[in-house]
């Protein structure tokens, strides 16, 4: 039969398409840095203790199997709300709708679908540059993606000025994709009092908030600090939603555990919201698996467990912050590289935006099997002891 005669045969994906290319390559020097997964300093794939430890612990309740509500696990949701909006829950929580979400991408989805739906503006407006998948999420659900000012090239950090200008050029009430901490790719975030400023613009604009908190914890290593923005804006009665995952900051990337969650002005309104969200929900994929949802439900309602998984986030975020240290010293201090890589320090969080260029990118893939997303962003994770200085002597071959 000829019915998909006109099927196109579509590009491979930018983000994992690279890992695709890595496990084809048979070099034993091979390095993805390409996917932004933590690996430990045996670039090994990283399951928690405290995971390792809830799983056990659950298994043994022998709990059954059955349909999750719509919106997911309540005591779940309520621990991830209560980890992202902190000491500004207790004064939303009558007003705050949530949902377990299939991890992060899955909050995006609900979000782009709620918007396109519900809110009067059809137009969001994402960072320059932003997360590959942010485009392919929003204009699938039928919003118009354009994008506001934010990576400044020449000092391979924020443009602030241009940021704000094109807030505050964007026509009032237009839905903003904020990034609330360690920010992809670019590894580059706003400092509390550029927040400030943001939040500032937004509500002179009366815009639209949607935070995408993929990071939280794995940033710094501190909660409260990649939170920032998020209690900011929703202690700010902005309007706004949040996209949670625990993907990383819990390594649950293949359990697919997150959280959608969005303000109304009060309970009458929240209940209109949810039961919207839970007919959007039914109707994209009915209910959310539960088993990542336990799981981090359990590590988060068990204080002596939480704070072993605080612990790990923190030894996480650590390992990243000794890789940024030691490429930029062996660029710098060794092979002294004649450019500065102050900015691989700067950084923060799983990515760093090396400035390298695509044809450098194709270089380090062809000629040292090192491999990285053409815009030049490398997973900070990929690095580890044995092969930072590789990687270093690779930049400075291509940048010299
Ligand atoms: C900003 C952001 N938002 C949402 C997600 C979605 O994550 P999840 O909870 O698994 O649905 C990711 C993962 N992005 C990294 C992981 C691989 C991917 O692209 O997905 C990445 O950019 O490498 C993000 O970087």
């Known amino acids: 039969f000829k019915v998909w005669a006109d099927v196109p045969m579509g590009p ?15 070099d034993v020097k091979k390095m993805n840095l390409g996917a932004g997964t933590y690996r430990d300093d045996a670039g090994k794939p990283y399951v928690l203790p405290s995971v390792r430890q809830a799983e056990t612990e659950l298994l043994s309740q022998k709990l059954d199997k059955e349909y999750a509500p719509i919106t ?8 991830a709300t209560k980890l992202a909006y902190g000491d500004v829950y207790e004064s939303i929580k009558d007003r705050l709708v949530s949902a377990q979400s299939i991890s992060g991408t899955g909050a995006l989805c609900i979000a782009a679908n709620f918007l396109a739906s519900f809110y009067p503006s059809k137009t969001i407006y994402v960072s320059d540059p932003t997360w590959g998948n942010h485009k392919n ?8 993606v354009k994008s506001y000012k934010y990576y400044d090239p020449a000092t391979r950090g924020l443009d602030i000025k241009g940021m704000l200008s094109d807030l505050t050029s964007a026509p009032d009430g237009s839905i903003i994709l904020l990034h609330a901490c360690a920010h992809n790719p670019t590894g580059v975030d706003p400092t509390k009092a550029q927040w400030d400023d943001i939040l500032k613009t937004m509500q002179k604009k009366n815009h639209f908030a949607l935070l995408d908190m993929a990071y939280q914890g794995f940033a710094s290593g501190d909660f409260a600090r990649d939170a920032y923005a998020t209690r900011l804006f929703a202690s ?13 900051n819990m390594g649950l990337y293949g359990e697919r555990a997150g959280c959608f969650s969005i303000l109304a002005n009060d309970a009458e309104e929240a209940a209109r919201i949810e039961s919207q969200t839970k007919i959007l929900i039914r109707a994209l994929y009915s209910n959310p698996p539960v088993n990542g949802a336990r799981i981090a439900n359990h590590i988060l309602s068990n204080p002596a467990l939480r704070e072993q998984w605080a612990g790990e986030v923190v030894g996480m975020s650590e390992r990243l912050k000794s890789m940024r240290k030691a490429l930029r010293n062996i660029l710098e201090k060794d092979l002294k590289n004649k450019h500065s890589w102050k900015h691989i320090t700067d950084q923060i969080g799983m990515f760093c935006y090396t400035g390298l260029n695509p044809q450098q990118v194709d270089v380090l893939a062809k000629q040292y099997h090192i491999y990285l997303t053409k815009n030049g962003r490398i997973s900070i994770s990929g690095l580890n002891t044995s092969n930072v200085r590789y990687f270093a002597e690779a930049i400075n071959a291509v940048t010299s």
């Open 12 to 26: 491979p994906d930018p983000i994992f398409g690279i890992t695709e290319a890595y496990k084809k390559d048979g």
């Open 72 to 79: 997911g696990i309540p005591s779940f949701r309520v621990q």
């Open 137 to 144: 999420v929003f204009s699938r659900a039928g919003l118009t």
């Open 236 to 248: 700010s009665n902005v309007p706004m939603l949040l996209c949670q995952s625990f993907a990383k």
